[in-house]
């Protein structure tokens, strides 16, 4: 139940990651930075989208498209994004240009893989030094 929780812990935080790099790097790509209760709850909405969407589209695909298997992570980042972004009060907006609606996924993407990736890595290491430095 605990590492349920940690790699809950993770994943969020890798989507707000995401997130923050795609609204700090991208022209179209908005975060309502006034409303800090709506881009919680775009964190929230476009983390739990995100993992019930990949796996549901990797069984669609492997079923009708294998594939598309290889691209799944992008398309489900493309769709989590619009229905975040369609949500009223989400504090995400993705506008003009268009091509945001492009670079937006694939950043996101990458960004939340490398986070997801890192971030345990990074609390491990602390926690390691900590037992280290009581040892």
Do not use: C, Y
């Not at 409303?35 to 549901?56: E, K, N, T």
């Not at 589209?57 to 594939?67: H, S, W």
């Not at 769709?79 to 009223?88: D, F, G, Q, R, Y």
């Amino acid at each position: 139940m605990v590492m349920f929780l940690i790699r809950t812990l993770i994943f969020v935080a890798s989507a707000a990651v995401g997130l923050i790099v795609a609204d700090l790097v991208l022209e179209g790509f908005t975060i309502d930075w006034s409303h800090p209760l709506g881009f919680i709850l775009a964190i929230v909405i476009f983390a739990v989208l995100q993992s019930v969407l990949a796996p549901w589209l990797a069984t669609v695909a492997r079923r009708n498209a294998p594939a598309l298997l290889g691209g799944i992570g992008i398309v489900s980042t493309f769709v989590a994004l619009l229905i975040t972004a369609v949500i009223p009060g989400a504090g995400l907006t993705i506008g003009a240009p268009w091509w945001t609606w492009v670079a937006a996924p694939v950043l996101v993407w990458i960004v939340t893989a490398l986070a997801t990736w890192l971030l345990p890595a990074l609390f491990i290491k602390k926690k390691v030094e900590a037992r280290r430095a009581g040892a």
